[in-house]
C-alpha cells in the first residue's frame, strides 16, 4: 500500500473522531465511556502509525506535492493577462513536514493519554467538550504541518489559534479562564492581522501561494531578484522583505515572541494537558514551522533574517529573566517556551535551517514531558501550582521525579541530553555565521548565550524547588495518587529525551569524522527547493550569510560550561532544607529588579493600557460621530418638522377674520400668479 | 345700453367692498351683512352675462343664490345667538378660544 | 336688437351706480350696526333697480321680496335682540378700528386693483343681445325651472338644482331652530336633552 495515497486520512481521522465525539456526546453519551477519550487515541494511534509509515518513502527521497481540492479555479486578470492560479487544498509531504506529522500526531497522542488522568481521574464534568476539542485541534495542526500552500496555512492557523480559545477557557465558569483565552484569541489575532495581509500580498505579487515546486512563490521571489525589475514600484528585495516581515507578525503572534508573548503566561489557566500540547509543542510550533516551511523565501532577505535572529536572542534573554521569579511551576514552564522558541527563531535567522528544525523537534519532545510532569506534580499536590509549597516530592513520585529531571536536564542542555546537542548547535550556526561578517548575528549570540546561563539557574530552581528539600505544606506531605495513565507518557517522552539528540550531533561528527548529522541530511533528501543545502546557497547568495568555519565543539563547551554553572547557583540558593527567596541574594539591593520582573516588566500592564488607550480612543470617537450625526440628523430632521409645525400653528389665532384675510390673501396670490403665467400683464 | 364690461366692474366693485367689510369689522353681524353684499354682487354678475348673452340661465342662477342667501342668513343668526350665549359678547376677536 | 348706448342709458346706469357704490361702502363703514344695516335695504333697493334695467322683472321682484322684506328684517331683529351688556344708549357699539386691521382691509383693495387690471386688459366683450322684444320671461323661467318645453327663451333645465335647494333650506330651518334652543345646565339632562331631538316640543320654556 502506498503511504502517500492515505495522506489525507492523517488530519482526518482526529476530524471525524471530533464529529463522533461531538454528536455522540450530546445524543448518546453512554456510548462512550471515558467521554469521548477512546475515539480521539484511536484516532490518533492510527495516525501516528500512519506518519511512521510516511517516514519509509520519504527517507528515500519520495515526496508528494498534490493538489487535493481546488475551491477556487485559476483565472486570468483581465487586466494585466496575468494567470491567477487556483486557490486549492493539497499536501505537500517532505521531510520536514514528515517530521512534523510524527511529533504531532505523538504529543497528541501522549496528551490524550494522561488527559484520562488528569480530566477523567478527577472527576471533570463536561469532557466531551474537551475531547471534540482536542481532536479538532488535532486535525487543524496535523493540516496545517502538511499544507502546500501559504493560504492553506493560514486558514488551519487560524483554526488552530480557535481550538486553543475553546481549550484555555475550557473551564469557563471561573473568572479567569475565559479572560486568559480571550486575550490569547486576541494577541495572537492582531498578528495573524498582519499575517493575513501578507498572505495576500504574496497572491497578489506572485500569483501564487505555493510553497514547492518549479512555480512556487520562494522560487518566483528568487527570479524576481535576480531580474531585478522594480514590484509595485519598490526593489524587488525590499518588497520581499517586507512580505516577510508581514508574515512575521503572524509568527511572532502565535509563538509568542517578543512583544506579542504576553498570552501564553496567562494561557497556564487551562488544564496542563492541554498546556502540554497546545502551548509548549504543537500550536506555538506552528508560527516557527511556517518560519521554517517558506525559508526559502526568508533567505533571500537579510533584513527580514536579521530581524528574525535579532528578535529570537533578544526574546530568549527576556523571557529567561522573567521565568527566574516566578511562583508557579506551569508559569516558569511557559516562560521557558517562550525562551526556547526565541532560540529556534535564532537559529533561522542566523541560516542554521538544520539547527532550527532540530531545536524544534527537541523541544516539543522535552516541554511536553515538563509540562506532562507538572500535569502529574499538580494533580500530587491537589491542583496547587505553586511551587513555594510544594517540596520533597522526590521521594513521593520517583518516576514523576525521574523523568522531570531528564526533561529539565535535557531543557538547560546538559550533556548527553537532547537539548543540548540542539541548543548547541543552534548557538554554534549564529556564532559562526556571526563571525562570518554579520555583527548583528553576534549580539543575538551574545543575548542567547546570556540566557543558557539563565535557563540552567531557573530549571534547577524549578526541579529543586518541586522536589527537593522537605515538605511545605499538607499535600505535599500527603500527595494525591497518579496512575499509570500519566505514568506512561512520562516515561516515553523521558526516553526520548535523553535519546532523541542522536539525530544530529555534529560536534561528534567534527571529532570523529564520520556521519553523525542525520537530520541534517534527511532534510537534504526533500524536493529540491526545498532542502537544507539549496537554503544553504541562497544563505550565501542573496544573504550574505558567510561561514567562518570554526570548531563546533569550542562553544559547545562554553555553553555546556555556562549551563552547569547556572545549576551551580540555583543548587546553592535554593538546595536547602528550606529555602526562601527573599534570602541573601534578594535583600534590598535587588528587590526593585525583583518587583519588575515579577510584574513582567510591567509589559501587560503597558499592552492593556495601550488597548484602552485605542479603545477608548476609537470609541468616544464613534460615540461622538454617532450621537451628533447620526442621530444628530435624525433628529434635526423631526425637530425641524416640529419646530416647522409649531411657527405654523401660531397662525391659528382664533380670529375669524384673520382667516378670512390669509383666505384672500391666498385668493389674491392664485390670481396673480395665474395673470402672471399667461401674459396678461 | 350700456356695454356689459360696466356691470362687471360694478359688481366687482360691490365685492371688494363686501370683501373689506368681511376683513376689517369686529361686529359678528356686520360680517353677515358683509358676505350679504357679496353675494348680491354676484347675483348682479349673473343676471349681467344673461342679459348678455340672451340666456335665462343666469336669471335662474340667481334665484337660486336667492334662496340660499336666506337660508344661510338664517343659520348664520342661529350660530350668532349661540355665540353670544357663549362669550356674551359677538365681537369676533373676543371668541379666540380655538386656538394653538 | 338693442339700441346702441345713448346718453340716457348711461346716465340712469351712473346715477344708480352711484347709489349702489355709496350705500355699501357706507355699509361696512358706519360705526352703529343698525344704520349699516338701513344702508344695506338702500344697496339692496338699488340692486334690485339694476335688475330691472337687464329686463330681469321676476328676478327684481324677488329681490326686494326676500332680500329686503326677508333677510335685511331678520337681521334687524337680531341687532335688536343681542345686547351689549354695557348701557344701550351710549355710543359703544364697535367703533371702526384704524390700526391692525386695515392691513386686513388692504387686501381687498388689492385685490379690486388685480381684477379691474384684468378686466380692463381683456378684449371687450359682444354687444349685449338683450331678449326678444314681447318675450314673456316670467313663464319662461317657470318653464325652464321644471324642464318643462315651452319656453321661448333658451335656457337649460333646473330641475335638480331645484330639488336639492328644497332640501337645502329644509336643512337649513332645522339647523336654525336648533341652534337656537336653550340647553339645560346639569350634565344629565344635558345628555338625555341631547339624545332626544323633538324634546323643546315637550318641554317649553326653561
Same mark, same amino acid.
Request: hydrophobic share 45%; net charge neutral; aromatic share 0%.
Given at each position: 500500500m502506498d503511504p502517500f495515497s492515505t495522506v489525507a486520512a492523517i488530519p482526518l481521522l482526529p476530524l471525524s473522531a471530533f464529529l463522533i465525539i461531538l454528536f455522540a456526546g450530546q445524543f448518546a453519551p453512554n456510548l462512550l465511556p471515558k467521554q469521548g477519550a477512546i475515539p480521539g487515541i484511536v484516532a490518533l494511534a492510527i495516525s501516528l502509525a500512519m506518519s511512521l509509515l510516511l517516514l519509509l518513502p520519504v527517507s528515500s527521497g519520495k515526496f508528494l506535492n498534490e493538489v487535493f481540492y481546488i475551491w477556487n479555479p485559476s483565472q486570468i486578470d483581465p487586466i494585466t493577462g496575468v494567470i491567477i492560479s487556483n486557490l486549492h487544498f493539497g499536501f505537500l509531504i517532505d521531510p520536514l513536514s514528515c517530521l512534523m506529522l510524527v511529533i504531532v500526531s505523538l504529543i497528541s497522542l501522549l496528551v490524550f493519554i494522561h488527559s484520562i488522568g488528569y480530566m477523567n481521574d478527577q472527576g471533570e464534568k463536561g469532557l466531551f467538550r474537551y475531547y471534540a476539542a482536542l481532536s479538532l485541534f488535532s486535525f487543524s495542526m496535523l493540516s496545517f504541518v502538511i499544507s502546500d500552500n501559504l493560504l492553506m496555512s493560514f486558514m488551519f492557523f487560524e483554526l488552530v489559534g480557535f481550538c486553543s480559545w475553546i481549550l484555555i477557557g475550557f473551564w469557563f465558569r471561573e473568572s479567569a479562564p475565559p479572560r486568559a483565552a480571550t486575550k490569547a484569541f486576541l494577541v495572537t489575532r492582531f498578528g495573524d492581522y498582519f499575517f493575513l495581509v501578507g498572505v495576500v500580498a504574496v497572491l497578489v505579487t506572485f500569483g501564487t501561494s505555493n510553497f514547492a515546486g518549479k512555480n512556487s512563490f520562494p522560487e518566483l521571489a528568487k527570479s524576481a531578484i535576480i531580474d531585478g525589475s522594480p514590484i509595485y514600484g519598490v526593489a524587488p528585495t525590499l518588497w520581499i522583505t517586507i512580505i516577510g516581515l508581514l508574515i512575521l507578525g503572524g509568527v511572532i503572534g502565535k509563538s509568542a515572541q517578543f512583544p506579542l508573548h504576553t498570552w501564553l503566561p496567562d494561557a497556564m489557566e487551562g488544564p496542563t494537558p492541554v498546556s502540554a500540547l497546545i *502551548? %509548549? %509543542?504543537?500550536m506555538v510550533a506552528a508560527g516557527v514551522y511556517l518560519v521554517a516551511r517558506i525559508y526559502g523565501f526568508y533567505a533571500l532577505s537579510p533584513t527580514a533574517l536579521s530581524v528574525i535572529a535579532l528578535l529570537g536572542g533578544f526574546t530568549a534573554l527576556f523571557a529567561a529573566t522573567l521565568a527566574v521569579v516566578k511562583r508557579e511551576i506551569k508559569q516558569v514552564l511557559a516562560y521557558s517556551t517562550i525562551s526556547q522558541y526565541g532560540y529556534i527563531m535564532l537559529a533561522l535567522g542566523a541560516g542554521g535551517y538544520t539547527a532550527g528544525v532540530f531545536h524544534l523537534a527537541t523541544h516539543a519532545i522535552f516541554k511536553a514531558l515538563l509540562f506532562l510532569g507538572a500535569g502529574a506534580v499538580i494533580i500530587a499536590m491537589h491542583h496547587d501550582g505553586d511551587m513555594w509549597n510544594m517540596g520533597g516530592l522526590r521521594s513521593k513520585l520517583p518516576i514523576t521525579y525521574w523523568s522531570f529531571l531528564f526533561g529539565s536536564l535535557a531543557l538547560a542542555g546538559i550533556f548527553p541530553f537532547a537539548g543540548f546537542w540542539s541548543k548547541d548547535e543552534v548557538l554554534f550556526e549564529a556564532l559562526n555565521h556571526g563571525l562570518g561578517g554579520s555583527p548583528i548575528l553576534l549580539l543575538s549570540y551574545a543575548f542567547g548565550l546570556i540566557a543558557v546561563f539563565l535557563t540552567g539557574f531557573y530549571t534547577f530552581r524549578m526541579v529543586s524547588l518541586t522536589f527537593h528539600g522537605s515538605p511545605r505544606s499538607n499535600p505535599a506531605k500527603n500527595p494525591h495518587i497518579i496512575r499509570w495513565n500519566i505514568y506512561i507518557p512520562l516515561i516515553i517522552l523521558g526516553i526520548l529525551s535523553l535519546f532523541a539528540g542522536a539525530i544530529n550531533m555534529a560536534p561528534l561528527e567534527e571529532l570523529f569524522g564520520s556521519n553523525f548529522s542525520y537530520l541534517h541530511h534527511w532534510l537534504n533528501m526533500a524536493p529540491s527547493t526545498l532542502t537544507a543545502h539549496h537554503y544553504h546557497e541562497l544563505i550565501e547568495s542573496f544573504s550574505g550569510y558567510h561561514s %567562518? *568555519?570554526? /570548531? /563546533?565543539i569550542l562553544p559547545a563547551l562554553i555553553s555546556l560550561t555556562l549551563a552547569i554553572s547556572g545549576m551551580a547557583l540555583a543548587w546553592k540558593i535554593y538546595e536547602s532544607p528550606n529555602p526562601t527567596e527573599s534570602g541573601a541574594v534578594y535583600a534590598n539591593k535587588l528587590n526593585k529588579l525583583y518587583t519588575v520582573l515579577m510584574h513582567d516588566y510591567y509589559l501587560n500592564d503597558y499592552q492593556l493600557k495601550i488597548t484602552k488607550l485605542t479603545r477608548d480612543r476609537i470609541a468616544s470617537t464613534a460615540d461622538i460621530f454617532d450621537r451628533m450625526y447620526v442621530d444628530g440628523v435624525v433628529n434635526r430632521i423631526s425637530l425641524t418638522s416640529l419646530s416647522i409645525g409649531k411657527s405654523m400653528s401660531k397662525l391659528q389665532t382664533g380670529i375669524v377674520t384673520n382667516y378670512a384675510f390669509l383666505i384672500s390673501l391666498g385668493l389674491l396670490f392664485m390670481l396673480l400668479i395665474l395673470v402672471l403665467w399667461s401674459g396678461w400683464l | 345700453m350700456v356695454p356689459i364690461s360696466y356691470y362687471v366692474f360694478l359688481s366687482l366693485a360691490i365685492f371688494s367692498i363686501g370683501l373689506f367689510g368681511v376683513l376689517t369689522r369686529r361686529n359678528a353681524l356686520m360680517f353677515l351683512i358683509s358676505i350679504e353684499l357679496m353675494l348680491n354682487a354676484a347675483n348682479l354678475n349673473f343676471v349681467a352675462f344673461s342679459f348678455l348673452h340672451g340666456n335665462l340661465t343666469g336669471q335662474i342662477f340667481t334665484l337660486f343664490i336667492l334662496a340660499l342667501a336666506a337660508a344661510e342668513v338664517a343659520v348664520g343668526i342661529g350660530i350668532i345667538i349661540v355665540l353670544h350665549r357663549t362669550f356674551s359678547d359677538i365681537d369676533v376677536t373676543k371668541a379666540v378660544t380655538m386656538r394653538w | 336688437m338693442i339700441p346702441e348706448t345713448n346718453i340716457y342709458d348711461l346716465l340712469s346706469f351712473l346715477f344708480f351706480a352711484a347709489v349702489t357704490l355709496g350705500s355699501s361702502l357706507g355699509v361696512v363703514m358706519v360705526k352703529d350696526v343698525w344704520h349699516s344695516a338701513l344702508l344695506l335695504g338702500v344697496a339692496l333697493l338699488s340692486i334690485a333697480i339694476h335688475y330691472i334695467i337687464l329686463s330681469a322683472e321676476f328676478i327684481a321682484a324677488m329681490q326686494i321680496l326676500v332680500y329686503v322684506g326677508g333677510i335685511l328684517i331678520l337681521i334687524s331683529f337680531a341687532i335688536m335682540l343681542i345686547r351689549r351688556n354695557s348701557d344701550p344708549t351710549s355710543n359703544t357699539s364697535p367703533t371702526f378700528p384704524i390700526g391692525p386691521n386695515l392691513l386686513n382691509g388692504t387686501t381687498a383693495v388689492l385685490f379690486f386693483i388685480l381684477c379691474s387690471f384684468i378686466i380692463y386688459s381683456t378684449s371687450p366683450l359682444i354687444s349685449p343681445i338683450g331678449f326678444p322684444e314681447g318675450a314673456q320671461i316670467t313663464t319662461s323661467i317657470g318653464y325652464s325651472l321644471f324642464d318643462i318645453p315651452g319656453s321661448s327663451i333658451e335656457s337649460e333645465g333646473f330641475i335638480a338644482a331645484f330639488e336639492i335647494v328644497d332640501i337645502a333650506l329644509v336643512a337649513a330651518l332645522v339647523a336654525a331652530v336648533m341652534l337656537a334652543r336653550r340647553t339645560p345646565t346639569n350634565i344629565i339632562s344635558k345628555v338625555s336633552f341631547s339624545f332626544s331631538i323633538p324634546n323643546f316640543l315637550k318641554r317649553g320654556e326653561k
Open positions: *502551548h %509548549a %509543542a504543537t %567562518a *568555519h570554526i /570548531s /563546533s | - | -
